[in-house]
């Protein structure tokens, strides 16, 4: 979802893809290009946010509910011009699947579950924010968001196809799924079928067009084919009543097991919807050159979503989808969001009634049209061409299929940090020579004619050393001194790659150190990183005193060797 560093605006070429210079703007220009771009936006978020609240099993009036208060907070405390906060896809999905979890087919459990869920979340998102945790969406590897999002946006649209069709398999799992689907060939609504295929036809049309709100336009069509035939006879159904006149304020009234098990679901919900939020956040921040706040980006997510919770609203976040149209737009501030609130509120408020007859075909078809830009097998290319990451994007995508959404996440977030576990608990140590008689210290694996030192070691671990590594990395060591030549009287042991240690760390090196000494040799630490040099002064100890610890580089330390021979 990332996307390469670009220079600032102001510094770019005028071209035909992007907005002209915002620095030649004056004031008065830059509120109309935000006007405009709210007006633009507004034609494709209402429909979105009625479309998937239909994803996250709640009432129409949940999307909406959670698109005026995302717009509005998020304009109000966060830092990105042009993000756009409302309900997205990959929330809606997670949300679902947890309140389905818990509730099974009781409706009312589930909207009160997803109230809660989606509360929860924003206070977690807050308590983030003010713990200055804007790196929390580095438990999710980009690899892992791209399988999932791939994922998941086959789930949604084989949903979409069934519930169009008429068919609500009870397995969420894909091979269940599909068998229980095309079971039931027979009886499903072809005529729905048709009708979705037709709102499909015209988006995609519709799509060269970037200012031009295909999804409203559909809508526009489907409730003026509502008007024009009784679509119930032909098995189309409509959204139906939309309240939005007995808004209710507050949380419901849950068991405290209940709320303890919300607590766990909603980080999962924390981390999917901050995760996509910040990626998109942070690709058009480097695409113009503006800054990022990550931690005030969390609080204003978190607000956003506890609003919205309180008044039984969907989740909410920055959809690339949505941001991406609103920099196409024109938009130049967060004032462009307001302005799409406005307008949406408008339309509410003066069309409640025509939204209600928008079949859900047409709904289904706006759904299947936004997550179809996801469908995009290139994306894995890099992963293959890299040789990285492989295992990490099929998993994250299979786990989605055969496990579920949330099971799903879970288990793909999982195998990512299991991997970079194993990674770090199975370092490699170099062994470091001179290299041409220099300054230089370099691999002599990587670099054959680099010259050992007699009498001296130099090793270096090649990752950070805490508990789960450290004993390995240490035998290791071992291992090389035990081959050097004879004569060893120094190791040098180089920990420029750790830029902290744990106490397990420092027992280990202090028992590694007596054992060095006991052979009659000098170990010396060098390349230490200010706060593993403070705890080690601390910790020092007769097999490890102070001398024996240096913030100097290995060329520094080995010449002191020379000068203390001398």
Request: proline content about 5%; hydrophobic content about 55%.
């Amino acid at each position: 979802m990332d996307h390469a560093p670009a220079a600032p605006a102001s510094s770019r070429p005028p071209d035909s893809s992007g907005p002209a210079d915002d620095g030649a703007l004056t004031r008065g220009q830059r509120i109309g290009r935000d006007v405009v771009a709210g007006c633009s936006i507004a034609g494709l978020l209402l429909p979105e946010a009625v479309a998937y609240a239909g994803i996250a099993n709640l009432p129409a009036q949940a999307g909406l509910i959670g698109l005026l208060v995302g717009l509005v907070a998020y304009g109000i405390v966060g830092t990105s011009r042009f993000a756009v906060v409302s309900a997205t896809s990959s929330s809606a999905a997670v949300l679902a699947a947890a309140t389905l979890s818990m509730s099974g087919a009781d409706a009312g459990q589930r909207l009160a579950l997803g109230a809660a869920l989606v509360a929860l979340a924003g206070v977690f998102l807050i308590l983030a924010g003010l713990a200055r945790l804007g790196g929390i969406t580095d438990f999710i590897a980009k690899p892992v968001l791209r399988g999932f999002t791939f994922g998941l946006a086959i789930t949604i649209i084989l949903k979409q196809v069934a519930g169009v069709a008429g068919v609500h398999p009870a397995h969420n799992d894909l091979p269940r799924f599909c068998y229980e689907f095309l079971q039931v060939l027979p009886a499903w609504n072809l005529n729905a079928l048709a009708a979705c295929l037709a709102a499909l036809l015209v988006l995609f049309a519709l799509a060269r067009w970037r200012r031009v709100p295909g999804p409203m336009v559909v809508i526009v069509l489907g409730v003026a084919a509502a008007y024009a035939t009784d679509l119930k006879h032909f098995g189309i159904g409509q959204v139906g009543a939309i309240d939005l006149a007995d808004l209710r304020l507050g949380l419901p009234d849950l068991p405290r097991a209940q709320w303890l098990r919300l607590g766990e679901l909603a980080i999962a919900l924390v981390l999917i919807l901050y995760a996509e939020s910040y990626s998109s956040i942070r690709s058009f921040a480097l695409k113009h050159g503006d800054s990022t706040q990550p931690d005030r980006d969390l609080i204003a997510l978190g607000l956003a979503n506890l609003g919205s919770g309180v008044l039984h609203g969907a989740p909410v976040g920055a959809g690339f989808s949505a941001t991406s149209a609103n920099e196409a737009a024109g938009a130049q501030s967060r004032l462009a969001g307001w302005c799409a609130a406005a307008v949406i509120a408008l339309i509410v408020a003066l069309l409640l009634p025509q939204l209600a007859l928008t079949p859900e075909a047409v709904l289904a078809a706006i759904v299947i049209h936004a997550v179809s830009h996801t469908l995009r097998p290139a994306v894995f290319r890099p992963y293959w061409a890299w040789r990285r990451d492989r295992l990490l994007v099929i998993a994250a995508c299979a786990a989605v299929l055969l496990l579920g959404v949330l099971d799903g996440l879970l288990v793909a977030i999982g195998v990512s940090l299991a991997l970079t576990l194993r990674s770090f608990s199975e370092p490699r140590v170099s062994q470091l020579g001179r290299l041409d008689g220099g300054h230089d210290y370099v691999d002599i694996a990587a670099h054959p004619e680099a010259q050992r030192l007699p009498g001296v070691l130099i090793v270096r671990p090649e990752a950070p050393m805490f508990f789960a590594n450290v004993e390995r990395m240490l035998a290791a060591v071992r291992h090389l001194r035990q081959a050097a030549d004879e004569g060893l009287h120094t190791l040098i042991f180089s920990l420029e790659e750790s830029p902290d240690i744990d106490g397990s760390t420092i027992e280990a090196l202090e028992v590694f150190a007596a054992q060095v000494a006991a052979d009659g040799q000098r170990l010396l630490l060098v390349r230490l990183k200010p706060p593993v040099l403070d705890v080690l002064i601390r910790a020092a100890s007769p097999a490890l005193p102070r001398e024996s610890l240096h913030d100097l580089s290995v060329d520094e330390c080995v010449r002191s060797l020379g000068a203390a021979s001398a």
